[in-house]
T-cell receptor
Framework: GENVEQHPSTLSVQEGDSAVIKCTYS??????FPWYKQELGKRPQLIID?????GEKKDQRIAVTLNKTAKHFSLHITETQPEDSAVYFC??????????FGPGTSLSVIP | NAGVMQNPRHLVRRRGQEARLRCSPM?????VYWYRQLPEEGLKFMVY????????ESGMPKERFSAEFPKEGPSILRIQQVVRGDSAAYFC????????????FGPGTRLTVT
């Protein structure tokens, strides 16, 4: 079955710097790759997603890139702010029945 | 439009008791997913249901766990004879079109087994 790996597991950056989180997946059939943000004690919320027919997508300070050949995708957050501190999960959908999440990256933005 | 609702938010059970977790999807959504999240870990897929059908239960333990999504009423995740290892946050999510589209998560039920 699909396996999603995510690195790093923890990440600390200074406010204003960029943060990059990388994920790899194993099932070449996966074609939808969402990213979720989960603040402490809260529910996960979608922040951006990308489909396999697109190589890059941007939404204000957040961007995601996808390399289908290498089976990896990345989240880029620019000009980080303290409110970006949270756990970020990447995910892949090997079929229309399930979403497989990575183990998460705990991001801390230091003011 | 109310979001995904889960109840109870917190549930304490003694070992051997049964736990029933309820999830009402967003209005108009017919796809429901259950996930388990252990402390400081990721979201583990358990089961995917549509009305009156279990589509994929490959992530659910074979024993003690069951799920349903009846024609009327909320989806229910049932854990029989709970053990301490069942202590976790259980999240329900719904979508309008299946796994290839945004999932909206409920607030979760935090189950503690004493």
């Amino acid at each position: 079955g699909e396996n999603v790996e995510q690195h790093p597991s923890t990440l600390s950056v200074q406010e204003g710097d960029s943060a990059v989180i990388k994920c790899t997946y194993s099932d070449s059939a996966s074609n939808y790759f969402p990213w979720y943000k989960q603040e402490l004690g809260k529910r996960p919320q979608l922040i951006i997603d990308i489909r396999s027919n697109v190589g890059e997508k941007k939404d204000q300070r957040i961007a995601v890139t996808l390399n289908k050949t290498a089976k990896h995708f990345s989240l880029h957050i620019t000009e980080t702010q303290p409110e970006d501190s949270a756990v970020y999960f990447c995910a892949a959908t090997p079929d229309y029945d399930k979403v497989i999440f990575g183990p998460g990256t705990s991001l801390s933005v230091i003011p | 439009n109310a979001g995904v609702m889960q109840n109870p938010r917190h549930l304490v059970r003694r070992r051997g008791q049964e736990a029933r977790l309820r999830c009402s999807p967003m209005k108009g959504h017919s796809h429901v997913y259950w996930y388990r999240q252990l402390p400081e870990e990721g979201l583990k897929f358990m089961v995917y249901l549509q009305k009156e059908n279990i589509i994929d239960e490959s992530g659910m333990p074979k024993e003690r766990f069951s799920a349903e999504f009846p024609k009327e009423g909320p989806s229910i995740l049932r854990i029989q004879q709970v053990v301490r290892g069942d202590s976790a946050a259980y999240f329900c999510a719904s979508s309008g079109q299946g796994a290839g589209y945004e999932q909206y998560f409920g607030p979760g039920t935090r189950l503690t087994v004493t």
